[in-house]
């Protein structure tokens, strides 16, 4: 559950709460939807909206999103935030917010997501972590570790709280606070703590004084203020030098009116941090601090913009070094709440594992290497489970590079990319390509050391810099360079002619340049020639940059320069070189096919002699052809298609191991076609309409074989797909198989982890299955073979045909419903369920290397999620852990540990 939206313990007043009672009222039915939100009853908001027989007002859909958002639907809120978008109503930070959120649940990018690097992402604490074994099936959270002893805020129903399902927000029972011993055991209150802890409100979470002559903890106002809202007080038990503990007291600076929360006390500077929405902050809930002298409590002090935000900061805690640690649900985290580092005056987003999509919160260290924080992962969102953590040395491993535009953020490619370390070990360099992995050091980068790095692409400035600053992504350790965008850039040219005994036109020698970081309009700069090397024969129009050849030019290359210069800024000048390749005629019947504007639309088929560098008069046969390509896609960009897929290099496949592509020219910068892996990208933004890119296709070790091909590429606007209208080409369904418990929690901490390691699992284990099964050998082989194996092929196969049909444009709907079989409890099983849903999706991002992330990112496919757990399993099926023959290895119930995957493809209009 996300604890910030904890305004008071009793009904737990909420964002979401808030953002509905700011919606004017303009209608009676938004003001009893308005109502039952106030009361803090998010599904009975969810019926009544739902269930109004006129249809939704704006103001309406974008309470239902709210709603919806608030019980953990994600799927069913996004679906009513893009409506809202669409209306126009999501207007305010928070709003923005949440649908941006549920947008990362769902692995889909929200168009109000931007990031402006507000955090850094640099700082590393390298960690392996595992479950509090206290954890239960209710909230577990905010731990905090004094004495040997771990004392959690919970919500589980125990013997002395009795008030199960009298708090309305999440129907769980109310939050009390108990010691446990570090291995999950929990042990009565030590007598010398003061009496009356816990009471009959929400208590917790809880700070103690390491001299134990101070307590602090959360709990609610005894009474309603005006709003008949019991909000959040900081209370304190203060023992006197005769060793007596006072009652209860709530800090003076305490109002009914807003809340405070979420004690940490540092015994080194004797302060109080806490989070808190008093009037005067900077929105939301802020982070103070106020001290102690022994004996009283001084003013408290807001910790400033430095930290705190327009959205919520929380969960403060400081390390052994004195850094202070918290919590934000800032727009910019990985999703809902992150844990945060302020060290040095810099705000550091902590890495995997420690965050995650989910709300991770409540860091407390132990010591320098050890301590607890809070998450909500894999679980649910009113399901905090407690996690464990030890830091370790880093070790050696590959450091990847990824280059982004600087001006808008978007990854780039073709970028020459050369590194060292200081004392020029490790020299090497690469091409960086977008979407590509970017490999700088293999096995053996060491992030102590500071790494230089240069970086160079025409259109950008010059990149050059020194630093071990990297960022974790899926386990991964990158270098992010951001380039500039050089205001006018001329990019150099090459051209071949075939035949010097016939005339040539090329194309513009601007194609390639740049201005303001957009494509030059040849008529926003002055074209000059600056040198010509066949004088009467080769000439370039000043009007479009264009460049003709006339016959009879000797055999050779020439090259001439020129320069362009902005029409608006005569001394925004750029300048460079232009190659023409000019071949003889050859002998022979063999003759060159010129490639020309006019070739065939399906096939262009080129023919050449390659010269042998020993014997130039001895001609090498080979033959290359390059497929003319028409694609389609969506004003969503991502992945468009792979070029290479039909061309054909000496009758073999063409691929990154046998040709290099040369020469991409592109009429939008938007465009991008990554040279290794020869796939064709869109960048989200570009209009609909058609488009156009050629290259060259070169064999690898003789540049002389090589052929042209033209891609047209059709982008259309998502009306022009399938929605209400769309039709269903056809949905395919396939059907995967799961061993008993997996996977487990702690293999998802693995990035790497997918289905395929549960497959692998699953079909290693059929001697276990031979030997305890209820069932015959002869029926576990046709289980293993049709169903377990047959499955997972079916599951290829059906990615395969999603591949397929991206090219043409279309939109792709998956729906992943996993299931458990009873043997465990309710609880147990629908966590179980969404483990499975998470390993199976992993799968499919992986799948092929990568080959549907794009379409997935870009929202070309799309996801539906259901973890049903138990509750569609035949009552037939064995639950007992006596009959384990039955109920684990028995085939009736092994039919039960699936995840069903149904595919639609919806067809164009």
Partial sequence: MKKITNT???????IGFMLLLNIKATHAQVDKAIKYAYYFDYERAEKYLLDQKNELNDTMVLQLAEALYQQGKYPQALYYYKIADRKGVINTAQTRRNYVYASTMLREKSPYYKKTNYFKTDYFMYTVIDTFPGNSVNEDFSSFYWNNMLFVTTSRTTASNDRAFGYLYNKMPYLDVYPFTEKGKRIPYPAYLPKGINTKLH???????????????????????????????????????KRHWSSAKVMEFCKPTFSSQHPFYDNKTKTLYFSSDMPGGFGGFDLYKIQWDGTKWGTPSNLGPELNSEYDEVFPSVNEEGNLLYGSDHIETTGGIDMVLFKDGNRYLLNEPFNSIYDDFGIMFKSKKEGYFSSNRYTSKFDDNIYHFVLSEPEKQSLYVKVFNESNGLEIGGVKVSYSYEDGSHAGELTAQAGMENCVIKDSADIKRAIKFTAFKDGFVWYQGASNEYKVVNGKMYKEIYLKVNPINASGNYFVADNNERNFKFGSILDNDSLNGLLVQPKDVHLHVLSN??????????????????????????????????????????????????????????????ITGKESDALAQIKVRSIAKSSPNKAEKGIIRVVNDTAYTTVNGGYVINVRANDRINGKKASSKNTNIENV?????????????????????????????????????????FGHANVTIIVRNMNQLPGKKGAVAKAENTVVYFNNDEPRTFQLYRPSFTYQNSFESYVKSMDDFYDKSVDSKASLDTF??????????????????????????????????????????????????????????????????????????????????????????????????????????????????????????????
């Fill in 533 to 594: 090397p066949l004088e009467g024969l080769l000439s370039v129009s000043m009007e479009d940059g264009k460049v003709k050849l006339n016959s009879g030019a000797p055999a050779g290359v020439y090259k001439f320069l020129y320069a362009i210069c902005s029409v608006n800024n005569a001394s925004l000048c750029d300048t460079a070189e232009v190659s023409i390749m000019v071949r003889a005629k050859q002998d022979g019947g063999n003759k060159e096919l010129a």
């Fill in 8 to 14: 008071n313990y009793l009904v737990f007043l909420s």
């Fill in 203 to 241: 208590d917790g979470p809880i700070a103690i004084s390491l001299d134990t002559n101070l307590v602090v903890l959360s709990r609610n106002f005894a009474h309603e203020n005006s709003k008949k809202i019991q909000n959040l007080s900081l209370v304190f038990f203060h023992r006197d030098a």
């Fill in 665 to 705: 020219r592109t009429d939008r910068e938007e465009f991008t076609l990554n040279t290794k892996s020869g796939v064709v990208e869109l960048r989200k933004g570009l209009a609909a309409g058609t488009y156009h890119m050629s290259y060259d296709l070169q064999e690898k070790r003789n540049s002389d074989l």
């Fill in 784 to 909: 293993f073979i049709s169903h377990v194996e047959g499955g997972y092929e079916e599951l290829n196969s059906l990615l395969q045909l999603i591949q397929s049909k991206l090219n043409q444009g279309v939109q792709v709907e998956v729906a992943v419903s996993a299931y458990c079989s009873p043997i465990a409890s309710e609880e147990y099983n629908n966590k179980l369920s969404t483990r499975r849903l998470v390993s199976v999706i992993r799968y499919l991002k992986k799948w092929n290397d990568g080959a549907l992330y794009d379409a997935i990112e870009t929202n070309r496919i799309t996801f539906w999620e259901h973890a049903v757990g138990e509750l569609e399993a035949p009552k037939d099926v064995s639950s007992s852990y006596d009959m384990v023959n039955e109920s684990v290895f028995g085939i009736k119930a092994s039919r039960e540990r699936r995840v069903s995957v149904t595919v639609k493809i919806f067809s164009g209009n």
